[in-house]
């Protein structure tokens, strides 16, 4: 089973960046379909955002669209996920996971979550 880690997460205040990264340990993450999903307190737990095996199909739901960015490094060793014009209610943990077939498809895998807080 692959073992996903993320990293980039940490405190902004609104309106600010953060860039978040999710590498494999020991493997790359090309030719694998890529979830990004966060968990607020108090909500569910929701994908924002998941990038194709292919890197030619990608998926934003509609609080990441027009501010989310995903995408994978030349390498293939990371899938990262650009967060701008950051807001509150974008709070939570992050996670990276590996679907099995396309972004609509299982999840094979997850990491162990970054912690994004936007707050002034």
């Known amino acids: 089973q692959l073992q996903l880690v993320e990293s980039g997460g940490g405190s902004v205040q609104p309106g600010g960046s953060l860039r978040l990264s999710c590498a494999a340990s020991g493997a790359t993450l090309e030719s694998r379909t890529i979830g990004w999903y966060r968990h607020a307190p108090g909500k569910g737990r929701e994908e924002v955002s998941c990038?194709?095996?292919?890197?030619?199909?990608?998926y934003y739901n509609s609080p990441a669209k027009g501010r989310f960015t995903i995408s994978r490094d030349t390498a293939g060793n990371t899938v990262d996920l650009q967060m701008t014009s950051l807001r509150p209610e974008d709070t939570a943990w992050y996670y990276c996971?590996?679907?099995?077939?396309?972004?609509?498809?299982?999840?094979?895998?997850w990491g162990q979550g970054t912690q994004v807080t936007v707050s002034s």
């Open positions: 996971a590996e679907h099995t077939t396309d972004c609509y498809g299982p999840v094979l895998s």
């Open positions: 990038i194709s095996s292919s890197g030619t199909v990608t």
